[in-house]
């Protein structure tokens, strides 16, 4: 099986752009990440695109050319970049293509989400009472960690904190401001313990990632980014997942503990040899969570991590060195591709204000309802 | 509602109806119907137990799907929790009462509540509320 590297990156900014429809920001992301992998639309061989607002991402094609691709439209709920990066990586690995296009895009409406409990094979009770949100998720799991491991709200606000400081130095990043933990704390509480800045919010914006075989990544002279492994899991037995109207009483693993341990046994590599992560962070919470489900600190150590700037650019573990979802807003087909965006540009060497100096090994993982998790890892070459 | 939720018990409380797995023994909430249902043994939970984790609806829920009041001035947040009932299964539910007096591990009954709809209705389901406030009642 072929090795797969990424050859090719483009993005539109996140944020909120009047004007343009999600279908542009995805065309533009593309034609960037071809000029960036300095291939022409015709060579690309297989496409896998997501867009859960902005209409089918295959409608791409008209604009790039009908050249009559292999195109696959990817639905993974907030995984959907992340499921086309796999989907694209599996492709190439297979033999089957040299060159493969994984894009998101997305433009969202303002506010929360309001997904309909039918799709989710859920009663119209659950949402007619107002169960169907996914913050009252995200609350209650981390209400919850913070009850078992002794985290602090304090902690929560220093992880929006990075987050804004990360996007200020990050062009495509939607917040660009520096907010102080007391602004954090004392915004409006969403869903306790959940304040409105420890939230990411629904935005837009366009990934594209061009993927190729090692024998076209060397055809080319791109062989700066190999991806090393790539998996995707699903929500077992036990795990606390989003839109439950019940669980069991044992709380066992997560889809995220799962697809990373199979992301690095692929890999043949272990936390520790990771350099930077893009974790999700729908929220403050998840990121504290997802620190440890990834396997990158024991539960309860992130109070002191984050206290100590551990997870800041500079620090010992950088994690979501763009400012990650709350800085960027989440635009759901884009966003894991946006994770892999950024791990491509810091080990290229390409981050600028943001670098992070001699990463090699970059990690990304996204997580999505109704409870799976992709993740992806990018060695420099 | 149009699928039996719960069923009434002493002293104000309800019993939630959860189905039963024949052979693994593992209990699923609201109890499941249509294709595979003949796998599961109705049955009803205890009616109270120990508040898992909760949180507070502090913004009106977009409708749909939600159909209480949610214009921004008429708008009553309300807390929503996960309650252990027994050994059995932990449910997620809305909370009745001053979310303020929430914690972890006290105890909780199993009730039923009635909200006012956008539309003019009522709307009736189970919650959960805090042990001696329910009593009280």
């Known amino acids: ?76 709920g907030c995984a959907t970049g992340g499921s086309s990066v796999l989907s694209a990586y599996w ?37 007619e009472t107002g169960l169907m949100l ?5 609350a209650m799991k981390i209400q919850r960690y913070m009850h078992d491991y002794g985290i602090s709200a304090r902690a929560l606000a220093g992880v929006a904190v990075k987050a804004f400081e990360n996007g200020s130095r990050t062009p495509h990043a939607w917040r660009r401001t520096p907010m102080d933990v007391e602004t954090v704390l ?13 939230f990411c919010s629904p935005s837009e914006g366009g990934v594209a990632l061009i993927l190729a075989s090692e024998k076209k990544a060397r055809e080319l002279g791109r062989t700066q980014v190999k991806l090393r492994a790539a998996a995707i899991k699903t929500r077992p037995e036990n795990s606390f997942e989003v839109f439950s109207p019940s669980l069991s009483v044992e709380r066992g693993e997560t889809p995220t503990v799962l697809a990373a341990r199979a992301a690095f ?48 650019i500079g620090g010992r573990f950088p994690i979501n060195t763009d400012g990650g979802c709350i800085a960027c807003g989440e635009p759901i087909g884009a966003s894991g591709l946006r994770q892999v965006y950024e791990n491509v540009l810091q080990l290229r060497g390409q981050a600028d204000q943001r670098q992070v100096e001699g990463a090699r090994l970059a990690y990304s993982q996204v997580y999505g309802a109704p409870g799976l998790s992709a993740v992806a890892i990018l060695e420099r070459g | 509602m149009r699928n039996e939720l719960f069923v009434d018990d002493q002293g104000g409380r309800v019993r939630i109806i959860a189905g039963k797995k024949r052979g693994t023994g ?70 009745a009462g001053d979310p303020a007096s929430l914690q972890i591990g006290m105890p909780m009954d199993c009730v039923a509540i009635s909200f006012p709809t956008a539309d003019g209705a009522e709307m009736t389901t189970y919650a959960f509320a805090p042990a001696n406030e329910s009593s009280n009642s």
């Open chain 1, 1 to 76: 099986m072929s090795d797969v590297y990424v050859i090719g990156a483009g993005i539109h900014p996140f944020g909120r752009h009047d004007g343009k429809t999600g279908l542009d920001l995805g065309v533009e992301a593309t034609r960037l990440a071809l000029k960036d992998g300095g291939i022409e639309w015709e060579d690309v061989q297989a496409a896998f695109g997501g867009s859960s607002a902005s209409g089918n991402a295959d409608a791409v094609l008209p604009r790039m050319g009908l050249t009559g691709i292999q195109f696959i439209n990817v639905s993974n």
């Open chain 1, 134 to 138: 996914t913050t009252q998720f995200f």
């Open chain 2, 26 to 95: 593992q209990i699923v909430f609201p109890l499941p119907q249509g294709v595979g249902e003949a796998e599961y043994e109705r049955i009803e939970l205890p009616p109270s137990g120990t508040l898992w984790t909760y949180t507070v609806q502090r913004i009106p829920p977009k409708n749909p799907p939600f159909v209480g009041i949610n214009s921004p001035h008429q708008y009553q947040p309300f807390a929503v929790g996960y309650v252990r009932l027994g050994d059995e299964a932990m449910i997620e539910g809305r909370i």
């Open chain 1, 186 to 198: 004392n915004s409006r509480m969403i869903s306790d313990p959940l304040t409105q800045y420890m």
């Open chain 1, 265 to 312: 046994e692929k890999a043949g590599l272990g936390p520790e040899d990771i350099d930077i992560a893009q974790i999700q962070d729908t929220e403050s919470g998840a990121e504290v969570m997802h620190m440890a489900e990834n396997g990158f600190c024991r539960d309860g150590e992130q109070e002191q991590w984050i206290a100590d700037g551990y997870t800041a």
């Open chain 1, 91 to 127: 492709a190439i690995k297979a033999g089957a293509f040299d060159t493969a296009l994984a894009v998101g895009f997305d433009k969202h409406d303002r506010g929360s989400f309001n997904p309909d409990p039918v799709k989710y094979g859920l009663p119209q009770w659950y949402g």
